[in-house]
């Protein structure tokens, strides 16, 4: 028995009713006569249906709206059912990137705290390196699609319906480059990325920025930052107070930003990391090996939380560095990532793998809050929704370590409508994932991004699809998504087909234009000029098109104009290509530069995370 919808009578109170209506499309349930619904607050979550009769139960709010969506999944199937949630995470949230460009839209965020009620998720950050109106610092957020306070409440406000705790994630020390380029920030700025330390100006700005953004929230949380301040005290601050060891800059830096905290009455959380690298001489977070200093862990502000991040690409080092971090006996948050700030779609094959592990050294750790991080990075690509899949995937593991690959597909697909297979096939934009490939390093996982934006004739990461032919891959996904089209994801599904079209195409120049070129063959030559560069420009368009009407439905209009570019910038360099190998042919030209020159390898990490690009290493 497989019922398409279920009727309920909702026997709940009128608040609880308002915020479950909104759900209903999500859920496939209509309102009116049927199962009788009630809902009581107890120690224990879960759902029973026995005799026609359905009861929720729930220990906080934001627990009714799982309960609701466990509910209907299993009432269509079934007619009498007992199901009890083991409720080991005090604190599952989920992290959006609303600074790296692209700026969620209020109603894009609204759309999105709907399918995370259903999930189960209790918090929500909204991640604001400047994109906050700022009074008295007019170039902060300028241009960059920065929220209104009114916006931040009304978000606030929406989510506070489904017992969602929303909270501000904002940077207080590094990550602040935006700001910074501009000269109203001139005082108060040490290098290109990060304040300048001992300045009364900076401490100014910073109460200014942490009372205007926790006005707008209920929460007395706030997530303050810290992260990578990778060159602190080497700019403006060197000038004027000479050399000072980064730990002692740091910790003066911490104790006044946290009277500031205190003086909102606020509990501050912060990204962990520079309390590791400032013990280490190559700049390392997960080293095994670090020691973590006794005078490091004493000046660590009373009341901190620290969050330790970790996204994957160092395996197998959560169990030992939440140990680590215990060291500190400070509260320890968790915080894993899915990858989604490689290009167009996530990487689900290795999200599932890490989340599984590092939810369980949780809770073999005694980890009791958990942190899903949905970074869009670089030019924001990814769409806010592509990234249902692996936030259905983080909320599942907290509440079922055990859930197995069937329980994550029914239980994405009942809380999203979207097709499982689909969504995960979206994965192939970044490599094949085909019989336990093993990688040499992790970047080379990620050949999608770097395919997608490299010139055609200059060709940097073109070693790579001479040693490993993608445009047959790309093909038969593109061809494969078009099995899924419909649906409330259809848009999803036609654009991934979109980008596996020009993928394929962008992938065979990547195999042939080169090595056609040195055998000085003209008819392959040919052959791209007239067919397969004029293919490449019209894909280019039509991804084009279709992803600037998929970021205005959920983002800002801002920062959009960086994709704007880069498109248009793919299809000059491809008309330029075009000219020149016409000009190679009809021999006005004697040889084509970029094509002289031997191809280079060039590791398959240029796009990714800044986290994982080189940086100076840091003393003590």
Same mark, same amino acid.
């Given at each position: 028995m497989e019922r398409t919808t279920v009727?309920?009578?909702?026997?709940?109170?009128?608040?609880?009713?308002?915020?479950?209506?909104?759900?209903?499309?999500?859920?496939?349930?209509?309102?009116?006569?049927?199962?009788t619904v009630t809902a009581e607050m107890s120690d224990k979550t879960g759902v029973v249906l026995k005799d026609g009769k359905a009861h929720i139960y729930y220990a906080q709010k934001y627990l009714f709206f799982r309960e609701l969506g466990l509910f209907v999944e299993y009432a269509r199937k079934t007619d009498e059912f007992e199901l009890w949630e083991d409720g080991y995470f005090e604190c599952i949230s989920?992290?959006?990137?609303?600074?790296?460009?692209?700026?969620?839209?209020?109603?894009?965020?609204?759309?999105?705290?709907?399918?995370?009620?259903?999930?189960?998720?209790?918090?929500?950050?909204?991640?604001?390196?400047?994109?906050?109106?700022?009074?008295?610092y007019k170039y902060f957020g300028y241009?960059?699609?920065?929220?209104?306070?009114?916006?931040?409440?009304?978000?606030?406000d929406y989510a506070y319906r489904y017992g969602i705790e929303v909270i501000p994630c904002i940077e207080c020390y590094g990550h602040m480059g935006k700001y910074l380029m501009w000269n109203e920030a001139a005082p108060i700025k040490d290098t290109a990325n990060v304040l300048l330390a001992r300045e009364e100006k900076t401490f100014e700005f910073l109460d200014k920025l942490i009372s205007t953004v926790s006005s707008c929230f209920r929460s007395k949380r706030i997530h303050i930052g810290m992260d990578e301040a990778f060159d602190m005290g080497r700019g403006n601050f060197l000038t004027k107070h000479g050399y000072v060891p980064i730990f002692e800059i740091f910790s003066e830096f911490m104790e006044r930003?946290?009277?500031?905290?205190?003086?909102?009455?606020?509990?501050?959380?912060?990204?962990?990391?520079?309390? /590791?690298?400032?013990?280490?001489?190559? =700049? !390392?977070?997960?080293? $095994?090996?670090?020691?973590?200093a006794k005078e490091v862990i004493d000046r660590v502000p009373e009341g901190v939380e620290l969050v330790f991040w970790h996204y994957g690409e160092e395996p197998y080092c959560d169990n030992y560095m939440i140990k680590k971090h215990?060291?500190?006996?400070?509260?320890?948050?968790?915080?894993?990532?899915?990858?989604?700030?490689?290009?167009?779609?996530?990487?689900n094959n290795y999200t599932l793998d890490a989340v599984r592990f590092s939810l369980d050294a949780c809770r073999k750790n005694d980890v009791r809050e958990a942190m899903a991080t949905v970074w869009l990075g670089d030019g924001s690509e990814c769409d806010l929704f592509a990234n249902l899949l692996p936030?259905?995937? /983080?909320?599942?593991?907290?509440?079922? =370590? !055990?859930?197995?690959? $069937?329980?994550?597909?029914?239980?994405?697909?009942?809380?999203?409508?979207?097709?499982y297979d689909a969504f995960f096939a979206m994965s192939n934009y970044h490599n094949t994932f085909e019989n336990g490939e093993v990688y040499e390093t992790f970047p080379q996982r990620f050949m999608g991004k770097q395919l997608f934006w490299q010139d055609i004739l200059e060709g940097l990461y073109d070693t790579h699809f001479f040693k490993k032919r993608m445009s047959g891959h790309y093909a038969e996904n593109a061809e494969r998504m078009k099995k899924y089209f419909g649906g409330k994801w259809d848009y999803l599904y036609r654009f991934a087909s979109l980008?596996?079209?020009?993928?394929?195409?962008?992938?065979?120049?990547?195999?042939?234009?080169?090595?056609?070129?040195?055998?000085?063959?003209?008819?392959?030559?040919?052959?791209?000029?007239?067919?397969?560069?004029?293919?490449?420009?019209e894909k280019t368009k039509l991804v084009h098109n279709m992803h600037r009407e998929i970021w205005h439905d959920k983002f800002k209009a801002f920062s959009w104009s960086l994709l704007d570019v880069r498109y248009a910038g793919v299809v000059a360099?491809?008309?330029?290509?075009?000219?020149?190998?016409?000009?190679?042919?009809?021999?006005?030209?004697?040889?084509?530069?970029?094509?002289?020159?031997?191809?280079?390898?060039?590791?398959?990490?240029?796009?990714?995370?800044?986290?994982?690009?080189?940086?100076?290493?840091?003393?003590?």
């Open positions: 009727n309920l009578t909702l026997n709940i109170d009128k608040e609880l009713l308002d915020a479950a209506l909104v759900l209903r499309d999500i859920l496939g349930f209509e309102a009116g006569d049927g199962i989920a992290m959006i990137d609303a600074s790296s460009a692209a700026v969620p839209s209020v109603s894009g965020m609204k759309r999105l705290i709907n399918h995370l009620a259903v999930m189960g998720y209790s918090m929500v950050m909204l991640y604001t390196e400047d994109t906050i109106k700022l009074s008295d241009m960059r699609g920065r929220y209104s306070e009114d916006e931040l409440r009304e978000i606030d930003l946290c009277k500031i905290t205190d003086k909102y009455g606020l509990t501050p959380m912060m990204w962990s990391d520079m309390y /590791f690298r400032v013990n280490t001489d190559n =700049n !390392g977070y997960y080293g $095994k090996d670090i020691v973590v215990k060291e500190f006996n400070r509260k320890v948050i968790y915080a894993g990532g899915f990858w989604s700030w490689i290009g167009h779609f996530p990487e936030l259905s995937f /983080f909320a599942e593991l907290c509440y079922d =370590n !055990g859930a197995d690959d $069937k329980k994550l597909k029914e239980r994405f697909e009942a809380t999203t409508g979207g097709d980008v596996f079209d020009y993928l394929s195409e962008k992938a065979y120049i990547a195999e042939n234009l080169h090595p056609a070129y040195n055998a000085n063959d003209r008819e392959l030559l040919r052959a791209i000029s007239e067919t397969h560069i004029p293919a490449l420009i360099r491809c008309e330029t290509a075009k000219l020149m190998i016409d000009r190679y042919l009809d021999g006005s030209l004697d040889k084509i530069e970029q094509l002289e020159e031997v191809r280079l390898e060039k590791p398959l990490g240029g796009f990714t995370h800044y986290s994982m690009i080189a940086t100076p290493n840091l003393k003590i």
